[in-house]
C-alpha cells in the first residue's frame, strides 16, 4: 500500500512478480532480434529494425503529458505518465510510455529518480536509477573526449610552430581564441565547486601539464550531445549532427565546430550503443520505453524522437512526458522537438494536484525537507480557485497549440471534494476535459476516468501549428515565446545578449536553428519565487549559447545555471545497501 510504503518499498515489492523482458517485448510486438537483452529485466529496442519493419503501418495516437508550474510538493508528471498508461491498459488498449532517464544529479540531490510513484512506477527501480544501461556515461565520456580535443590542441599549438604542427600530425593550426572557448566538461552530479575551474595548472611536467585556462562543468544531462540524442531521428542523422558542434571561436571570430578537431567521428562511436532506446516494464507489465534525459529547464527535456518514433509503431497508444510545466516543456515539444519529428500530438494532458494549486493560489511555500505546513492537509477552496489561474495558463499554452487539453487532477488522500469540484468547474467552463485520477493509490484501476478522457480527447480536430516560424529573426522568436506562453510583458537583453543574437540574426542559415529556452521551471517568469501567474514583468535575456549540432540558439534568461548545486539535506545521506542481498534502499 503506497499510503504506508515508500516508493521504493512498493517498487521492491512489485519486482518479485514482474515480467522478464523477453515477455515485455514480446507482449509489444518486438521479433526476437530486435530486443537486445540486458540482463532479465532491462533491454534495448533495434530501432533501426523496428522503423524498418514497420514502416508502412500507420502510428498510434500520440499523447503529451505535460503539468502547472512545479512546487516543492511536485506535481507527478512521471507518475501521471506511467498512471495513464496501466489505465490504458486496463481498457484493453495496447500503449507505451516514453520517458526519460533520471540523472544522477536529482537522483543523489532533492527531487528523486523520476520513475513515477506509489502504484504508478516503472521497474526495476534501482538500475533505472542507478546509471541503467549507461546512456548517460556514454554521453558524458563523447562529451569529455571533445574537450580533451580541444584542450590538447590548444597546448599543442602553443608549444609548437606550424611547421612542427605540420610535421608531427599534419595539422594546421587553428588558432583558438582562449577568451571564446564555449564548451567545458560534464558531469552526472549536482556540483557547485565545479561550475568555475581553473584547468591546466603547471605541474612537475610544466608545460606538457596543458593550457591553464578557466573552464567550467555543466550538469551531463545538458550536454549537447544529450540534446542531439532527444531530436536525432536515426544514427545518420546524429552523425550529422555530432559534427556541428561549436567548441570555441578562432581569432578572427569563425566557429571552430567538433569536425574540425576531428573528433566527431569518435565520439559518435561512444554513444552508438545509446541510440537504441531502452525498454523495462509499468508495475503493471506494460513497455516504459526509456530515453534521453531530463532537465526541460536548462536543456531540451524531452523524451527521445527516436523512442517515441519506435513507441507510435508498436502502440495505438504512445505517452511521452515532457519536463516541468507546459511553459517549459510542452512548449519544446511543440516547437522544437515536434519541427525536427514531424510528428503531432492527438492530446496533451495537463497534470496538477490540489496541493500544488494551493501553493500557487498564496498557501505558504513548503520548504524542502521540513514538515509539510498544516494548510496543505485541510480544506481551502478559496487557494485552490485562486491557484487554477496557473493550472488555466497552461491549459492555455496547449489550446494555443492547437490540441485538446486534458486536466488529471492527481490525487491525493488529503484532497476533499469541495476542492475537487472546484477544479472540475473552473476547467470545463474554460472548455478544457478534467479527470480525476488515483492511480499513485490503485495503479490502472485508478486511472480509467482520465484513461476514458484521454481516448476521448484523441478523437477530436486538432490543428497542431507552430506558434512561430523558424524564418523568423531570433528576438522575434524569443519575444513570441516571452509574451504568448510565459505571460511576459515584453524582452530585455544584456549586452552581450544582443551581441549575439544579432550575429545569429545576420546569419543566412539561422532559420535552420531551432530555439531553446533556459528559464526557471519554478515561475511563468523568470523569477522562480513568483508563484501563479504573475503580471507586470519583463523577461531578462543575460546570454546566447549556439548549440549548432542539435540545431538550436539557446536564450538564457535570468539568472539560471547549467551546473545545479547540492544542498545540506541529500538524499544520498538516506541511501544504502544491503551487504547480504545487494538490494538498494533508500531510492525513490
Ligand atoms: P514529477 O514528474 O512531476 O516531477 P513525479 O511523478 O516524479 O513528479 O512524483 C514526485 C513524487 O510525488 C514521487 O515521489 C511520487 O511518489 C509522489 N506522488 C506523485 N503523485 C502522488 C499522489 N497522488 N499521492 C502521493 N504522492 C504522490
Redesign the pocket.
Known amino acids: 500500500d503506497p499510503k504506508n510504503h515508500a ?1 521504493w518499498e512498493v517498487a521492491q515489492d512489485a519486482e518479485k512478480r514482474m515480467k522478464t523482458i523477453y515477455a515485455i517485448a514480446d507482449e509489444m510486438g518486438l521479433t526476437e532480434k530486435e530486443l537486445l537483452p540486458y540482463g532479465h529485466y532491462m533491454g534495448k529496442i533495434d530501432y533501426r529494425a523496428v522503423l524498418k519493419r514497420l514502416e508502412n503501418k500507420p502510428n498510434g495516437k500520440y499523447i503529451n503529458v505535460t ?1 502547472i508550474t ?1 512546487t516543492p510538493l ?7 505518465t506511467i498512471g495513464l498508461v496501466q489505465g490504458l491498459g486496463k481498457r484493453g488498449k495496447k500503449s507505451s510510455a516514453a520517458i526519460r532517464q533520471p540523472s544522477g544529479g536529482p537522483t543523489m540531490g532533492v527531487k ?1 529518480s ?1 520513475a ?3 502504484r504508478s512506477q516503472c521497474i526495476p527501480l534501482t538500475p533505472f536509477s542507478l546509471g541503467f544501461t549507461g546512456d548517460i556515461n556514454s554521453i558524458m565520456n563523447a562529451h569529455n573526449l571533445a574537450m580533451v580535443a580541444l584542450t590538447s590542441r590548444m597546448q599543442h599549438e602553443r608549444n609548437y610552430d606550424d611547421e612542427k604542427l605540420e610535421k608531427l600530425s599534419g595539422m594546421k593550426r587553428l588558432d583558438i581564441d582562449p577568451t571564446r572557448v564555449e564548451m567545458g566538461w560534464v558531469i552526472d552530479f549536482c556540483c557547485q565547486a565545479l561550475r568555475n575551474v581553473i584547468i591546466g595548472i603547471d605541474g612537475v611536467n610544466g608545460q606538457r601539464d596543458g593550457y591553464m585556462m578557466r573552464s567550467k562543468f555543466d550538469i551531463a544531462v545538458s550536454s549537447e550531445v544529450m540534446a542531439i540524442l532527444a531530436v536525432a531521428k536515426d544514427l545518420r542523422d546524429l552523425r550529422e549532427r555530432m559534427s556541428k558542434i561549436i567548441l570555441a571561436y578562432d581569432k578572427k571570430g569563425n566557429a571552430l565546430t567538433t569536425k574540425d578537431f576531428e573528433v566527431d567521428g569518435a565520439m559518435t562511436a561512444w554513444i552508438v550503443e545509446a541510440v537504441n532506446p531502452n525498454l523495462i516494464q509499468t508495475l503493471e507489465g506494460q513497455p516504459v520505453i526509456v530515453h534521453a534525459g531530463p532537465f526541460a529547464n536548462i536543456a531540451i527535456g524531452q523524451s527521445s524522437i527516436i523512442a517515441d518514433q519506435v513507441g507510435l509503431k508498436l502502440s495505438e497508444y504512445h505517452v511521452t512526458e515532457s519536463g516541468f510545466g507546459a511553459d517549459i516543456g510542452y512548449e519544446k515539444f511543440w516547437n522544437l522537438k515536434c519541427h525536427y519529428s514531424g510528428l503531432k500530438p492527438d492530446a496533451a494532458v495537463v ?1 496538477a ?1 490540489i496541493r500544488a494549486l494551493k501553493c500557487h493560489g498564496g498557501a505558504p511555500v513548503p520548504a524542502p525537507g521540513k514538515p509539510l505546513p498544516e494548510e496543505y492537509n485541510s480544506e481551502n477552496v478559496e487557494w485552490v480557485e485562486k491557484g487554477c489561474a496557473n493550472l488555466l495558463h497552461h491549459v492555455n499554452i496547449v489550446k494555443k497549440s492547437g490540441v485538446s487539453p486534458v486536466v488529471c487532477i ?3 488522500v488529503t484532497d476533499t471534494d469541495a476542492e475537487i469540484a472546484k477544479v472540475r468547474e473552473l476547467c470545463e467552463a474554460a472548455g478544457a476535459r478534467v479527470a480525476l485520477s488515483r492511480h ?1 493509490e490503485h495503479g490502472g484501476d485508478g486511472a480509467l476516468e482520465l484513461a476514458d478522457a484521454v481516448i476521448a480527447a484523441c478523437e477530436d480536430e486538432t490543428e497542431f501549428t507552430p506558434l512561430y516560424s523558424w524564418d523568423m529573426p531570433a528576438r522575434e522568436r524569443i519575444e513570441r515565446v516571452a509574451t504568448e506562453v510565459y505571460g511576459a510583458d515584453g524582452v530585455d537583453y544584456s549586452v552581450e545578449a544582443l551581441r549575439k543574437l544579432k550575429a545569429i540574426e545576420a546569419d543566412p542559415k539561422a532559420s535552420e536553428l531551432g530555439m531553446c529556452m533556459v528559464k526557471s521551471h519554478l515561475s511563468l517568469s523568470d523569477i522562480p519565487t513568483k508563484k501563479g501567474v504573475p503580471t507586470g514583468w519583463r523577461l531578462t535575456i543575460r546570454d546566447v549559447l549556439v548549440f549548432g549540432g542539435a540545431g538550436f540558439f539557446v536564450p538564457v534568461a535570468g539568472a539560471i545555471s547549467l551546473m545545479p548545486g547540492t544542498g545540506s539535506n541529500p538524499s544520498f545521506r538516506r541511501i544504502d545497501v544491503d551487504p547480504d542481498t545487494g538490494q538498494v534502499k533508500g531510492l ?1
Open positions: 516508493d503539468a512545479p511536485g506535481e507527478g508528471k512521471s507518475t501521471t528523486g523520476a513515477g510513484g506509489g497534470v494536484t492527481n490525487a491525493f499513485w525513490f
